[in-house]
């Protein structure tokens, strides 16, 4: 049984940081494409960042780049996603996912559909 169990959320002041971790179990976590998304209140989950296989690759969302890092280790079967300089507009659940995907080149990173499991989320709240 596949099992995606995110960590790592809470309540954190604007400006500050959290890092967020991803378990997997239950599949060969090496061989699979990895993301972050996240869903704020009233709002659709939208994809936050993506890494491939290796973790050589990664893609992020614009609303985060520059701020939040996604890595993985695989000997670990853990990802992680690295959010500073925290926005209360970064409130949301963060959602891990993973995708059976064969090609990080063919995989559309931002499209939920492309992944096959999911986490149950761990909330993240900035206030200022």
């Known amino acids: 049984q596949v099992q995606l169990v995110e960590s790592g959320g809470g309540l954190v002041q604007a400006g500050g940081s959290l890092r967020l971790s991803c378990a997997a179990s239950?599949?060969?976590?090496?061989?699979?494409?990895m993301g972050w998304f996240r869903q704020a209140p009233g709002k659709e989950r939208e994809f936050v960042a993506a890494?491939?296989?290796?973790?050589?690759?990664?893609y992020h969302a614009d609303s985060v780049k520059g701020r939040f890092t996604i890595s993985r280790d695989n000997a670990k079967n853990t990802m992680y996603l690295q959010m500073n300089t925290l926005k209360p507009e970064d409130t949301a659940v963060y959602y891990c996912?993973?995708?059976?995907?064969?090609?990080?080149?063919?995989?559309?990173?931002?499209?939920?559909?492309?992944?096959?499991?999911w986490g149950q989320g761990t909330q993240v709240t900035v206030f200022s």
């Open positions: 890494i491939n296989r290796s973790g050589f690759n990664t």
């Open positions: 996912s993973a995708s059976r995907s064969s090609s990080w080149y063919g995989l559309r990173p931002k499209v939920e559909g492309e992944y096959d499991y």
């Open positions: 239950g599949l060969t976590f090496s061989s699979y494409i």
